[in-house]
């Protein structure tokens, strides 16, 4: 005799990047996975499309509003009580909000590759977003303070306007956080 089906849960996960390539994470706050980082995403409510459920699950758990791109890819994860969690992963980027953890996230942030790689996550995310070809990108870090004189001199030299010594004699000095 053959076993009872189980019985299928359907959720959403939102992969979400920002203009650096930096991938938005969750750490759960609540079971599966509590304490382990992952996606932002939870189940599809009676009545909701994957694409309602998705937004909603975002603005709750990381007070952001994304814009769904394409279905990602499909993954089934075990759930209590032999259950099975059928999980549509969407490609998504922000449209809105602001960054802050909320409902079932005690944190939330944007990571590069390398804080991915340093980070406890829930089973078989890493695995999902390498088959995917959707990890975040290597931190590329972009310097505070440039070194601009090259550029300064340059534009001095063909333009007087330019002058280091603008605004001391007789032009606008500007209201800039130098002036």
């Given at each position: 005799m053959a076993g009872l089906p189980q019985r299928r849960i359907r959720c959403v996960g939102a992969v979400v990047f920002d203009e650096d390539g930096r991938l938005l994470l969750i750490r759960r706050a609540q079971e599966p996975g509590r304490g382990r980082w992952s996606v932002p995403g939870g189940r599809v409510e009676p009545g909701e499309t994957d694409h309602q459920a998705l937004i909603r699950e975002v603005a709750e758990e990381t007070g952001l509003t994304v814009e769904i791109i394409r279905l990602l890819g499909r993954v089934h994860r075990n759930a209590p009580g032999d259950a099975v969690f059928d999980i549509d992963d969407y490609?998504?980027?922000p449209a809105g909000g602001a960054?802050?953890?909320?409902?079932?996230?005690e944190q939330a942030r944007w990571c590069d590759a390398s804080a991915l790689a340093s980070l406890p996550l829930v089973p078989g995310l890493l695995d999902a977003l390498t088959h995917w070809q959707a990890l975040p990108r290597p931190l590329t870090p972009r310097p505070e303070n440039p070194d601009m004189s090259p550029y300064r001199a340059s534009a001095a030299a063909s333009d007087p306007d330019m002058s280091p010594y603008?605004?001391?004699?007789g032009h606008s000095g500007g209201g800039g956080a130098g002036a």
């Open positions: 490609l998504c980027r960054l802050a953890a909320g409902d079932d996230a603008r605004g001391q004699e």
